[in-house]
């Protein structure tokens, strides 16, 4: 006599649901094993029938309880490879759609500036309310303070600045990339939210990412997620 079907079918169900995150779409590989374990399913589900005890035999509830699981299975199984393959195009389509950025001024999540050998740079930011007064700080790569401006009142809504690319004590900085915070306070003295924002121009599209299209603006260390830009100016 052999074990109770429900603990055999409900490990190779349990086996299924594992497996089948792994599968990818059009995959041969993946369509033989879907195959294999079907064919494993029903060869031990026939194993089971032709030798339970006739005296006390599965009921018909529980041999469709355990077709219904595997069908549930089977189906997950499908659903994911298909949700790869729609992922797969999507990613594709976006790629192909952030190549028209090329060329463009973009604007984008980042509190990012780069300083060339002469020259200064810019950035901006968004203020949540209007403000009595916002000082701009702008750091090094070891996070210190290299030089404050003084912005004085704004409203709310979009602002920019320009840095000279001169340190607190009035010379040149040294070139490469810095970061910037926004201080900004309210008449009351009460904080003010200010999201900063970077801009440069698009000069190539990286696609195949972990998080799908990025871009390569000019000045920027490192690529900028598509998902992070904001606009084209």
Known sequence: MTTPINNSTNSLIASLQTSSSAATSGSSASGMSALANANSFYNLLVTQLTNQDPLNPMSNSDLSAQLAQFSTASGVQSIQQSMSALTAQLAQSQGLQAANLVGHNVVFDSNSMSLGTSGGSAGGFTLSGAATD????????????????????????????????????????????????????????????????GTGTVQAVLLGGSNGASLQIQGQNGSVPLSNIQGVV
């Open 134 to 197: 916002v000082q701009v700080q702008v750091l090094d790569s070891a996070g210190q303070t290299v030089d404050t401006m003084d912005l004085g009142a704004l409203p709310a809504g979009v602002q920019s600045f320009s840095w000279d690319g001169k340190n607190s004590s009035g010379q040149q900085a040294a070139a490469g990339n810095y970061t910037f915070n926004v201080q900004a306070v309210d008449a009351s003295g009460n904080a003010v939210g200010a999201t900063p924002f």
